[in-house]
C-alpha cells in the first residue's frame, strides 16, 4: 500500500478538525496548566529570523498559518513565572555588543528568565544566512547502487592525523567540565565568599562540610545564579591555569583567544560586584531526608537517579544525584559544570515537554550530596522502545514527534541548544506525555555564534558538522539528532550506529551521499574534511524507509520522507529549523497525530 499521505488542508474537513484536536487539545493543556499555576514568564520570543536565519525556505501556505498563530500566542502569553530559585543571567559577550552605555541599558539574547527585550537588530547579527535552493538539500539523486566503502588505508589517520580516534559508546562525552575553585572566585559565584576555602562548588576535608556551601556567606540580596555565556579566555587566567586556549586563525576571530572546551567558558568572567553575584541556589533547600529513595532509575555519566517519594506530598519523583568529582589528584574536582548548567537552565524553563525540576535539595549520607527533585515519568524512549513487541504506529510517531518539537521550539526561541538529545533522553509517562530532560549539556548560545565544543552530542545522534569538527554552530545540531530520533522512531532502531567518530561519518554517508562544496558549501574548509572519504554520491536513504512495503514494514509518506530528509540534510545551512518542522505538512496528513489521551500505556520497568 502506497503511503501517500492526503493532506488535510484540501480534502478532509474531519481530519483537520481531528489535527486541530490534537494541536489545540495540547495547546489547551500548555494554557491551562499556565494560568493554573500562573507562574509562566513571559519571555520575549526572537521571531523566525531572529531565531536562526532567513533562507528562504518557508512555505508561504504556512506563513500565513504561522502568523496567525504566533498572532495568538502572543495575545494568549501566560502571565510571568514566579522564579522557582533563581534566575539565570547570561552574561552579555562585552566584546560583541554594541558599545552598551551600561550593563542594564545592554540588549542581549542572554536574559532567558528575565522581561528584557532584545530587539532584532541586535539578533539579526547572528542569524542571517545564507539562501540555498531547495533542491540542493542532500544532494538527492537516485542512485543504481551504492560504491563500496572501502577505504584504501586506515582512514582514521587520513581523518584525524596522528591523532587516534576513540571508539564513543553512546552516552559517552570525551569530556567533563567541572568547577574549580580558582575559577568560582573570579567567576559571579564569587563575591562573599569568606575564603577560597570555602568556595561554594571546591570540596576540601579540611573544610567542615557544613561550610562547603558557605550558607552562612549568602545573603538572599546576592541571589542570582548568574552563568556567563561566552567569554573569552583569558589567556593570564584566574588562577587555574590549566585550561587549554585556543587561538583561531583568521577571520573575525583572529585578533581574539577563544576557549577551546566549554570548560573555558567560564573562565573569562568579569569581575562583579557584591550586588550582582553569589548564589543562594541552595539557600533554605529541604534534606534529601525528606524523600524515601524506592529504586534506582538509572546511572547516567553525571548523576545517579533514583525513584523516590516525597515523604510530605506523598508525591513520586525522581531524584537525581550529582556526581561530584571526587578525585582530589584531578585539578578540577567538586561540582559538575554540566549539572551546574543542567539544574540552572531546568530551574528556568517551563513548558509541557521539558522535565519539570521542582526543586534542588542537599544532605544524605554525605552532607555535601546535592540532588535534583524531578516529576517522575515512568519510561524513556529508548528502553520503551527496547521493551515494545510492536512498534510505534506512523501516529503515535507524529505524536511524539509532535511533542519533542514543541518542546525544542520552546527552548530554541528562548537560545538553548540541548546538545544532547536521544531517545534514552526523552521521558514518556502512561498519559502519552512526552518530556525532554538531560540538560547536562545545554547551553545559551548568542549573537554572534560562536565557537563551542564539538563534543557534544552522543555520537549516534550527532550531526556531521560537528564529526567534521565545526565549532561554530546552533540549534541545527539539534535538529540533526530529532531527524536521527525520527527515523529511529519509525524503525526502532538506531540509525547511524556508529562504533568511531569515523565509522559514524562514514555510516551518514554511505545513507545520504558523501557531501561535495556543490551539496554543501563550506564543507571541505571543516577541519576533518581533509581526509578522502569513499564516494557514495547518491542519497540512500528512502530506500530505508520505503513509500511502499511489501512484507509490511514501517512505510513513510511522502510528506514523512521530506521532513526526515530535511532534517537530515548534512549541510546545517539548510536542514529544517525547529519552526519548519513543527509546521511540516506530515503533522496534517493521515494518519494524523494521535491525540495523548489515546497513546498506548506500558506497564513500569523493573
Ligand atoms: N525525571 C525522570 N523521571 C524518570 N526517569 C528519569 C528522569 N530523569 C532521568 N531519568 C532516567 O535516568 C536516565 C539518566 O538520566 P540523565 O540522562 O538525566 O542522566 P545523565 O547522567 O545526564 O545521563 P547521560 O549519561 O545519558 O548523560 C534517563 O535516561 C532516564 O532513564
Known amino acids: 500500500m502506497a503511503a501517500g499521505g492526503i493532506d488535510v488542508s484540501r480534502s478532509s474537513d474531519a481530519a483537520k478538525k481531528e489535527y486541530n484536536f490534537y494541536r489545540n487539545g495540547s495547546r489547551d493543556v500548555y494554557l491551562r496548566q499556565s494560568s493554573r499555576d500562573g507562574e509562566r514568564r513571559q519571555i520575549k520570543r526572537p521571531n523566525d529570523h531572529d531565531l536562526r536565519r532567513n533562507d528562504g525556505r518557508h512555505r508561504s501556505r504556512l506563513a500565513s498559518e504561522k502568523g496567525e498563530q504566533r498572532e495568538k500566542e502572543e495575545v494568549q502569553r501566560p502571565p510571568e513565572k514566579k522564579r522557582k530559585f533563581s534566575p539565570i543571567k547570561w552574561d552579555v559577550d562585552q566584546k560583541v555588543s554594541k558599545a552598551p552605555a551600561s550593563r542594564e541599558k545592554t540588549k542581549s539574547p542572554f536574559t532567558l528568565p528575565t522581561t528584557n527585550v532584545v530587539s532584532n537588530q541586535d539578533v539579526d547579527v547572528a542569524v542571517t544566512r545564507k539562501t540555498y535552493p531547495k533542491d540542493q538539500v ?117 585578533d581574539h583567544e577563544y576557549c577551546s572546551s566549554d570548560s573555558n567558558e567560564l573562565e573569562n568572567e568579569e569581575p562583579v560586584s557584591s550586588s550582582q553575584g553569589g548564589m543562594n541556589m541552595l539557600l533554605g533547600s529541604r534534606s534529601v531526608n525528606g524523600f524515601q529513595k524506592l529504586n534506582k532509575i538509572n546511572e547516567g555519566t553525571y548523576g545517579v537517579v533514583y525513584r523516590a517519594r516525597d515523604e510530605k506530598t506523598k508525591e513520586i519523583v525522581a531524584l537525581k544525584k550529582i556526581k561530584m568529582k571526587e578525585d582530589k589528584m584531578e585539578e578540577e574536582y567538586g561540582f559538575p559544570l554540566t549539572s551546574l548548567r543542567e539544574i540552572n537552565i531546568l530551574l528556568s524553563c517551563n513548558h509541557p515537554s521539558i522535565v519539570n525540576v521542582k526543586e534542588v535539595v542537599v544532605g544524605g549520607k554525605n552532607d555535601g550530596d546535592v540532588y535534583m527533585v524531578m516529576e517522575h515519568l515512568e519510561h524513556d524512549l529508548k528502553g520503551l522502545m527496547e521493551r515494545m513487541k510492536q512498534p510505534f504506529s506512523t501516529s503515535e510517531v507524529k505524536c511524539l514527534m509532535l511533542q519533542l518539537l514543541e518542546g525544542m521550539h520552546y527552548l530554541h526561541t528562548n537560545w538553548i541548544i540541548h546538545r544532547d538529545l536521544k531517545p534514552s533522553n526523552l521521558l514518556m509517562d502512561n498519559t502519552g506525555k512526552l518530556k525532554i530532560c538531560d540538560f547536562g549539556m545545554a547551553r545559551q548560545y548568542g549573537s554572534p555564534i560562536k565557537p563551542y565544543t564539538q563534543m557534544v552530542i552522543t555520537q549516534w545522534y550527532r550531526p556531521p558538522e560537528l564529526l567534521l569538527g565545526a565549532k561554530q554552530y546552533s540549534t541545527e545540531v539539534d535538529m540533526w539528532s530529532i531527524g536521527c530520533i525520527m527515523a529511529e522512531l519509525l524503525s526502532h532502531k538506531p540509525l547511524f550506529p556508529g562504533k568511531s567518530e569515523l565509522d559514524q561519518l562514514q555510516k551518514i554517508f554511505a545513507v545520504l551521499g558523501t557531501p561535495s562544496e556543490a551539496v554543501w558549501p563550506g564543507f571541505s574548509s571543516l577541519p576533518n574534511a581533509k581526509a578522502k572519504f569513499p564516494t557514495q554520491p547518491y542519497n540512500q536513504l528512502r530506500k530505508k524507509f520505503p513509500a511502499i512495503s511489501f512484507v509490511g514494514g514501517q512505510i513513510l509518506s511522502e510528506r514523512g520522507f521530506d521532513l526526515l530528509n530535511g532534517l537530515l540534510t548534512l549541510d546545517p545551512e539548510k536542514r529544517l529549523t525547529v519552526e519548519e518542522a513543527l509546521n511540516h505538512g506530515w503533522f496534517r496528513e493521515v494518519p494524523l497525530p494521535k491525540s495523548q489521551d489515546f497513546m498506548p500505556t506500558f506497564p513500569p520497568k523493573r
Open 138 to 254: 542532500n544532494g538527492v539523486v537516485r542512485s543504481p547502487e551504492p560504491d563500496h566503502l572501502t577505504p584504501e588505508q586506515p582512514l582514521e589517520a587520513r581523518l584525524f592525523g596522528e591523532h587516534p580516534v576513540d571508539d564513543l559508546e553512546e552516552g559517552q562525552l570525551e569530556e567533563e567540565q567541572v568547577i574549580d575553585a580558582p575559577l568560582i572566585k573570579t567567576s559571579r559565584w564569587g563575591p562573599g565568599l569568606a575564603s577560597p576555602k570555602e568556595e561554594l562548588i571546591s570540596r576540601d576535608d579540611n573544610v567542615p562540610k557544613a561550610s562547603r556551601w558557605n550558607r552562612s556567606s549568602l545573603t538572599p540580596e546576592c541571589g542570582e545564579l548568574v552563568v556567563s555565556q561566552e567569554q573569552h579566555c583569558n589567556s593570564s587566567g584566574s588562577g587555574s591555569g590549566h585550561h587549554s586556549v585556543e587561538k583561531l586563525s583568521g577571520g573575525e576571530n583572529s
